[in-house]
């Protein structure tokens, strides 16, 4: 229908409902608490278009009556969805964890403050351990958790990555003798002052530090490196070597202010969205379709064995790959690596196997042990391939059927009689490591990992 001969109650309710579907893209990406200023914001605007549509007269309409009603229970799940994504266990967990965080450097920073670089060992392994548990909580695929998950992990990054600063400092040579030169004196005095902004930022970015904004630390760290610039160093190599370190200091600080508004935007958090976990991507799909076209194959062709030199190249394009400090980043890649060596291990062990049938003259000959444990690879290598193309959960029958089936094969081994031959207890004893490693690849394709 025409919007100019629609009932002013229908175009009403056409209004409202543009102005809801906006909201619901906010309520979706919603990743604070209730106590949050922006889910107040959140909740006063849905409860207006809730006021708005019930002041609509639909004057005993049944076609706008049901319209208003549809919207009226749009916004009413809009704001069921807001509160329950302010209350998610997942999201109350990660503000626990970032709690315990604030509470780390509360009792930690001091040192900081009062000019210095001394970290103490158990700083650092706090904030590596908060690190870790941040990495352990599942966002179930909802962009309000990733959000909520990103936005504090990126800032406990940013303070290891100070604190690390700090350690390093601390193995480095002291500062400059003032008798130097009368520079080194004003350096010194800057670094003293870097280390004061070191402290204002951490406590800035873990949120308790109500006395300091980040601009106008920005200013501040500006300013230092004003006074840096001001200094006639000219002719004195050492000092401007020392002036120079100082200014590294100063920019590697400033770069983490523009954290808050990195992590506003949609392709900081969704890592679907990150280029480095798309090219990682981009290989694995690769990987899993000369994977696949292997497995649907009856033999392994000269052609198929040749996909190791290219899975192998794989392997290098993963390898240049940059994580950057995003540990979920890190671990992806680590996974894709996993998955393509574990196709090459499958292609090494076939073609082992079809060597071994054209050498039978050797094979009859070889000690009785050294043939029970390639006896053994011949099972193992038809579990793999089942293994490789397992895509389910540790809940289907499969799943258990292929760990019994492998734990059998690891028995297997274990009663192999070597006897004395040092051959064929050095190859039982890598078949029990390759039946382990497809253990523990079949453990990772159903860990239920998520970035």
């Known amino acids: 229908m025409d919007m100019g001969n629609q009932h002013p109650s229908s175009t009403k309710l056409q209004e409202i409902l543009k102005k809801v579907k906006d909201l619901g893209q906010q309520v979706a990406s919603f990743s604070g608490l209730l106590a949050d200023a922006e889910y107040k914001k959140l909740e006063g605007a849905l409860t207006r ?11 005993g309409k049944g076609a706008i009556q049901q319209t208003r009603s549809r919207a009226a229970q749009e916004v009413e799940r809009l704001l069921k969805d807001l509160e329950q994504n302010a209350n998610h266990p997942c999201r109350l967990e990660i ?241 894709a690596v996993v998955d393509v060596q574990a196709t090459i291990t499958y292609i090494d062990l076939k073609e082992a196997l079809i060597k071994r049938q054209t050498y039978v003259d050797q094979t009859n000959t070889e000690h009785p042990s050294h043939k029970a444990v390639w006896n053994v690879l011949g099972s193992l290598s038809e579990l793999q391939g089942e293994v490789l193309s397992f895509d389910g959960n540790r809940t289907d029958k499969n799943y258990k059927r292929l760990e019994e089936l492998i734990i059998k094969q690891l028995l297997a081994l274990d009663a192999v009689d070597v006897a004395g031959d040092e051959c064929s207890k050095v190859a039982r004893k890598q078949a029990v490591k390759f039946a382990n490693n497809i253990l523990s690849y079949l453990d990772m394709k159903t860990d239920e990992w998520e970035y």
């Open 49 to 59: 278009q809730l006021f708005e549509i019930d002041s609509v007269d639909t004057e």
């Open 95 to 335: 503000q626990k964890i970032f709690e315990e965080a604030q509470k780390l450097v509360r009792d930690e920073i001091a040192p900081l403050y009062g000019g210095g670089s001394c970290i103490t060992e158990d700083f650092e392994d706090g904030i590596e351990s908060i690190i870790l548990r941040l990495t352990q909580v599942k966002t179930e695929g909802k962009t309000s958790l990733r959000k909520a998950r990103y936005r504090t992990l990126t800032k406990v990054l940013a303070i290891q990555e100070i604190l690390e600063s700090c350690m390093k400092r601390q193995i480095l040579p002291l500062p400059l003798s003032t008798d130097t030169h009368p520079s080194v004196s004003k350096i010194n005095s800057v670094m003293c002052d870097v280390n004061k902004a070191r402290a204002s930022l951490i406590t800035l970015l873990i949120g308790v530090n109500n006395n300091e904004t980040y601009r106008h630390l920005s200013c501040v760290l500006t300013g230092l490196i004003a006074d840096l610039d001001s200094l006639d160093v000219s002719g004195h190599t050492e000092i401007r070597n020392y002036r120079k370190e100082v200014v590294g200091e100063i920019n590697s600080l400033l770069k983490h202010l523009d954290l808050e508004e990195e992590g506003a935007t949609t392709a900081a958090f969704d890592l679907a969205q990150n280029q480095s976990i798309m090219k990682i991507e981009e290989i694995r799909k690769t990987a899993t379709g000369m994977k696949n076209d292997l497995l649907k194959a009856d033999t392994i062709s000269d052609l198929q064995l040749g996909f190791k030199a290219e899975l192998q190249g794989l392997i290098a394009q993963l390898d240049e790959v940059s994580p950057g400090r995003n540990p979920f980043i890190r671990e992806a890649r680590r996974r």
